[in-house]
């Protein structure tokens, strides 16, 4: 991927399954519909929202454990943060693509993998912890 790269857009709601699995996601509609995406996958990425930079894990894809995998979204974990931001206009520039989709047995596996692309993200982007 050639970097710099990002993506404008506003913070909608979703399924609220992001708080179960113990990493609330903003779900990102983008505001250029003719805009190319990147690859579905994990990304490490900073997240522009409430005139704050924060660092955080982006998932691009069809959510393969959670459904059948119908339509893609773009939701983003952002790390040390804690608020409600639907509607917010949030940017997202991405940093570096951690690994492609992968749909995983259970919520446990799932979660599993998050703790660890939450890690290598974090040193990715220098957070600590
Ligand atoms: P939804 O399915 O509606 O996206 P989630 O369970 O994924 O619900 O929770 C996401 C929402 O929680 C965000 O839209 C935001 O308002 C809020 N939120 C709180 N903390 C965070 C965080 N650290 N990262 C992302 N969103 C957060
Ligand atoms: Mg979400």
Not at 25 to 50: M, Q, S, W
Not at 77 to 95: E, G, K, M, Q, S
Not at 105 to 121: F, I, K, P, T, Y
Request: one cysteine or more; proline letters at 5%; aromatic letters at 10%.
């Amino acid at each position: 991927l050639g970097y710099p790269y990002f993506l404008n857009g506003t913070v909608v709601s979703g399924f609220q399954v992001g708080h179960k699995l113990g990493y609330p996601t903003a779900n990102l509609d983008v505001n250029d519909p003719c805009k190319l995406i990147p690859a579905r996958g994990v990304y490490a990425v900073r997240v522009d929202v409430d005139n704050h930079t924060y660092g955080g894990m982006l998932n691009i894809g069809c959510r393969p454990t959670l459904n059948n995998g119908a339509n893609r979204t773009i939701e983003v974990h952002i790390f040390d943060f804690d608020a409600d931001i639907y509607h917010h206009p949030l940017r997202l520039t991405f940093v570096q693509r951690i690994r492609p989709e992968r749909k995983f047995d259970s919520l446990d596996s799932l979660a599993a993998q998050l703790h660890r692309d939450a890690a290598e993200a974090r040193a990715l982007l220098s957070l600590s912890r």
